[in-house]
């Protein structure tokens, strides 16, 4: 397989940031050395087909049923499991392993433990709009523990797309479009998931995805395309891979997509030469699901054979849920199209990662001994509430307080109205893992018993999430995901405009499905269901005061509703204990510290919109706009809500910027500081974002790019000042020839509560 990239370019190991790169928790150099002799040893003693047999991961399932799983097991056919997750049934085919197959290698087992295992947080793009590593830290540790709980090893995630893409059903995944944040996040993910050391009883293993650039698919559509820039690659989109690995992660899942013409899969570029020489990557490569038969299908192999030859060529370990690997590599490996060696190098890595996760000393160590597995897998007492509702309140997005219409009062007459009110399955999320919709709190259940005794509150379901049949059926085709209310679209809204006059203020719960924001869910329409948006008409036409809670996976076009309602809080989907954690927000028994992790668009015809973009030779001048500039001339070019936005029940004002000096040299540092003081009336906190802009160089920087942020809580009256330390990393980037230099210069540093208002400050490097 050709590189997609011409032989003379070389692209060398690169800091994104210092503070991302601290040595991550690895073996020790003795244990390595132990885990590389077991492994070896074992090698030699096994078959070509036991090895084959360990880079196969199988989903249980109608294609592979218990009994035929018990027959691979016996011999040597399976190196993994995914989708089990209750002990009795994974411990029944740990016990065939050791008691059936020849060589006893313990099968370990994985899930997409995603946001949560049992009890279900914030989906990631609400856990990114935290900003908060602490809240992500809390999240981490809890589903690990849950997981392991479960007797599971590995999960598939943190997922560190980058995407730009709103359209794409995959953003409820991610952590939104930036680098930086979502390198964070996913370094946090990673380290508060695996602890100390995989192999630890409440811990499991990571496989961060999609490797790589799967939020970059062209027009947002699933499994589309990526054709992008090496410099957009390294600058934008690799790091969050990179950062996340060199935390410790274990294992990576490949992508789907193309990159540049090479699908991910047979892309050797990217899974050997980058992968593993250049970044030092030394866990497992997993494919995706059914992806090596994929290859046929983007025109790169002629037969199954081809596709199997080409992807462990490339430098795929474990194929998952198809039988490519074991009906094909034993007569390429007779042929000579593949070599032994590189089905030992596979082996070697899966055999590698087993080793690191304890199950040669133990493999049962995630299950425990015989007798000891839950009474009740889906006991309340397994679920871990409280720190739900605290993380999901910190997710939340205050977006619009017209006439400080936020928080409600707890006296009078309230009206919640709205298709996702009371929706259990919907509050979760997408890839909610083991989550039981019924132990989930609704809006309904949690604003319910937030004025019991003190306000009236009535309820109407108002719509449904769309009225759209061929939408309804492709949401509910594989489980009835979405009730749908046989009332007609009329009969529905009446009673909701009847509740409504009865109310002082009016809560509408709307947005999407679960359903609409996830996998194979990309929308080429991102506004609220044309059945919603009735609704809101109808209501909006009684005169009583709107507040829209939001739930969605992506970012929305809601310029019409944020026109017709006077509060709007982003909730995303909350979890297990969102309608608490909403219920909270909206009372103000929590205030809202929330910050955008994605851009809101004024329309979908201006995606991809994007904070740090880069500038133009004719950019567009809001206070004097001219025509031959870059803009849309039908509509306000700005977006409804910048990346980084997010009110708070008080008020945050910042000093000007001080540096500690005006120059920067490659060895020193600078510290560039403000002063945030609480100027409201009420506590809470705020995110205090740093920027940076490189005005001048060799080639065209983006207007700004995120390098720092703290969050802050203060009590009314108090200030504190934020210091944030910018080394020669914070400025260096990709230039034409791909080396990472940073370039001498004046530069611009901005600090601010969001991308849009910010303190500004220039300096200079040399």
């Not at 046989?486 to 009865?502: G, H, T």
């Amino acid at each position: 397989m050709k590189s997609m990239f011409p032989q003379a370019v070389v692209f060398p190991l690169a800091l994104f940031s210092a503070s991302l790169f601290a040595e991550p928790p690895t073996l020790q150099a003795s244990n390595e050395t132990q885990r590389d002799h077991f492994v070896s040893a074992l090698l030699k003693k096994m078959t070509l087909d036991e090895k084959i047999g360990q880079l196969r991961l199988i989903s249980v399932g109608p294609d592979t049923p218990k009994s035929t799983i018990k027959q691979m097991i016996e011999k040597g056919q399976i190196g993994a499991i995914f989708n089990t997750v209750t002990r009795p049934d994974i411990r029944i085919m740990q016990d065939q392993v050791m008691q059936l197959s020849r060589l006893k290698i313990p099968l370990f087992f994985a899930y997409d433990v995603v946001h949560g295992q049992r009890t279900i947080f914030p989906i990631p793009l609400g856990l990114a709009a935290s900003w908060d590593t602490q809240a992500v830290t809390t999240v981490g540790r809890i589903s690990a523990l849950e997981a392991a709980q479960d007797g599971l090893n590995m999960t598939w995630a943190p997922m560190v797309d980058v995407s730009h893409e709103p359209r794409w059903g995959r953003s409820s995944e991610g952590f939104g479009e930036d680098t930086y944040l979502t390198s964070m996040m996913g370094q946090t993910m990673v380290k508060a998931m695996q602890g100390n050391d995989p192999a630890d009883r409440n811990s499991v293993m990571t496989s961060v995805k999609h490797f790589a650039l799967y939020g970059a698919v062209e027009g947002g559509r699933e499994y589309n395309s990526v054709d992008m820039s090496p410099q957009q690659m390294f600058q934008h989109y690799l790091p969050p891979y990179q950062t996340a690995l060199q935390a410790g992660s274990g294992g990576v899942m490949v992508s789907l997509n193309s990159i540049n013409g090479v699908p991910a899969t047979a892309n050797r570029w990217l899974l050997t030469d980058l992968l593993r020489h250049q970044w030092h990557f030394k866990g497992i490569t997993v494919s995706d699901h059914g992806a090596i038969k994929e290859l046929i299908n983007h025109g790169v192999a002629s037969d199954p054979a081809d596709a199997v030859r080409i992807a462990i060529k490339a430098g795929i370990d474990m194929s998952m849920s198809d039988q490519y690997y074991s009906q094909y590599l034993p007569g390429l490996v007779k042929s000579g199209a593949v070599t032994a060696a590189e089905v030992d190098n596979a082996a070697r890595h899966v055999l590698n990662v087993k080793y690191d996760m304890g199950l040669f000393r133990d493999a049962y160590s995630h299950l425990g001994p015989v007798g000891s597995d839950p009474k009740d897998t889906n006991a309340e007492d397994r679920l871990h509430r409280a720190q739900a509702r605290e993380v999901a309140a910190q997710s939340l997005v205050l977006l619009k307080n017209w006439h400080h219409i936020l928080p409600l009062k707890k006296q009078g007459t309230l009206a919640l109205i709205g298709p996702l009110a009371d929706s259990q399955r919907d509050i979760m999320g997408s890839w909610s893992a083991a989550g039981v919709a019924k132990q989930s709190v609704t809006l309904l259940q949690g604003m319910r018993e937030a004025v019991a005794g003190k306000a009236t509150l009535l309820y109407a379901k108002g719509s449904n999430i769309t009225d759209n049949a061929k939408v309804q059926a492709f949401l509910n085709l594989y489980e009835p995901a979405v009730e749908v209310d046989k009332r007609s679209p009329q009969q529905l809204r009446d009673e909701a405009i009847s509740v409504a006059k009865k109310a002082d203020v009016v809560v509408m719960a709307v947005g999407e499905s679960q359903g609409m924001a996830h996998e194979a869910s990309s929308r080429s329409d991102i506004r609220l269901p044309k059945a919603q948006r009735d609704l809101i008409d109808a209501i909006k036409a009684t005169g009583k005061p709107i507040v829209l809670v939001l739930m969605n996976g992506r970012a929305l076009d809601i310029t019409q509703q944020d026109q017709q309602a006077e509060g709007i809080l982003e909730t995303w989907f909350s979890g297990t204990e969102g309608g608490h954690a909403i219920s909270d927000v909206l009372f103000g028994d929590a205030n809202p510290s929330g910050k955008l992790p994605v851009t809101f668009p004024r329309s979908v015809g201006q995606l991809p919109l994007y904070y740090n973009h880069l500038p133009t030779g004719r950019p567009y001048d809001f206070t004097h706009p001219n025509k031959y500039t870059s803009h849309y001339f039908d509509i306000d070019n700005s977006p409804l809500y910048p990346f980084g936005f997010g009110l708070s029940y008080t008020e945050f004002t910042l000093s000007p910027i001080s540096l500690s000096s005006s120059m920067l040299t490659a060895k020193g540092q600078m510290v560039a500081s403000v002063t945030v003081t609480n100027s409201g009336k009420l506590a809470g906190g705020t995110i205090v974002q740093l920027y940076l802009q490189d005005p001048v160089a060799s080639i065209s920087r983006p207007v700004k790019e995120l390098k720092a942020f703290e969050k802050v809580q203060l009590q009314p009256g108090e200030s504190k000042r934020v210091q944030f330390t910018l080394s020669k990393n914070d400025l260096s980037f990709w230039n034409q020839q791909m080396k990472w230099v940073v370039e001498p210069g004046q530069f611009v540093v901005m600090i601010g509560t969001d991308s849009v208002h910010t303190e500004v400050k220039s300096f200079t490097y040399q």
